[in-house]
T-cell receptor, first 108, second 118 residues
Framework: AQRVTQPEKLLSVFKGAPVELKCNYS??????LFWYVQYSRQRLQLLLR??SRESIKGFTADLNKGETSFHLKKPFAQEEDSAMYYC??????????FGPGTRLSVLP | GAVVSQHPSWVICKSGTSVKIECRSL??????MFWYRQFPKQSLMLMAT?????????EQGVEKDKFLINHASLTLSTLTVTSAHPEDSSFYIC??????????????FGPGTRLTVL
């Protein structure tokens, strides 16, 4: 069965500090992993997808199949990064499974 | 990116009435749309997968007779909450895949509809 875990409900860091939002998954096939972000009063939007291996807004995420993880990282957090972050697992052509989400709060 | 709209953005209704929520893909055709429910401070829970021209596929525990889904065209899916009760109050979000993005699996989300049942 597909499952996504995000162990931290809330993560608070100071501006300029490094950030790592953890995501682990369980899936028997070849997964698609995504990070979605939801800023206050806005819709959910895609931040990163593992197949593109890109950096968006300074965030990166590497798929580690051995550890079944897809942690989201940013070296220097900014106040505008404060939001809810959801890790999602998809199977090509199928529905998504979302993790419970982590609320990132970047303090001034 | 592709745009998905929802209407209404919020609705208040009396217990026992039915409410219809529309989800539209504005600049692409979506053969598949998804309906999610989000409780306060919780994650999205998939309710059903809406397939154009065929019956929706409901997740376990979701009452298909209570949450009626219709996907009559490639750009419109509707969710009707029948005989709504206060426990149905929630944030309902739809999403759609744009097959033309070239990226398998990416979903585009609507802004959500907040339903309050009195």
């Amino acid at each position: 069965a597909q499952r996504v875990t995000q162990p931290e409900k809330l993560l608070s860091v100071f501006k300029g500090a490094p950030v790592e939002l953890k995501c682990n998954y369980s899936y028997s096939g070849s997964p698609e992993l995504f990070w979605y972000v939801q800023y206050s009063r806005q819709r959910l939007q895609l931040l990163l997808r593992h197949i593109s291996r890109e950096s968006i807004k300074g965030f990166t995420a590497d798929l580690n199949k051995g550890e079944t993880s897809f942690h989201l990282k940013k070296p220097f957090a900014q106040e505008e990064d404060s939001a809810m972050y959801y890790c999602a697992l998809g199977n090509y052509g199928q529905n998504f499974v979302f993790g419970p989400g982590t609320r990132l709060s970047v303090l001034p | 990116g592709a745009v998905v709209s929802q209407h209404p953005s919020w609705v208040i209704c009396k217990s026992g009435t039915s409410v219809k929520i529309e989800c539209r893909s504005l600049d692409f055709q979506a053969t598949t749309m998804f309906w999610y429910r989000q409780f306060p401070k919780q994650s999205l829970m998939l309710m059903a997968t809406s397939n154009e021209g065929s019956k929706a596929t409901y997740e376990q525990g979701v009452e298909k007779d209570k949450f009626l889904i219709n996907h009559a065209s490639l750009t419109l899916s509707t969710l009707t909450v029948t005989s709504a009760h206060p426990e149905d109050s929630s944030f309902y979000i739809c999403s759609a895949r744009d097959p033309g993005t070239g990226v398998a699996g990416e979903q585009f989300f609507g802004p959500g509809t907040r339903l309050t049942v009195l």
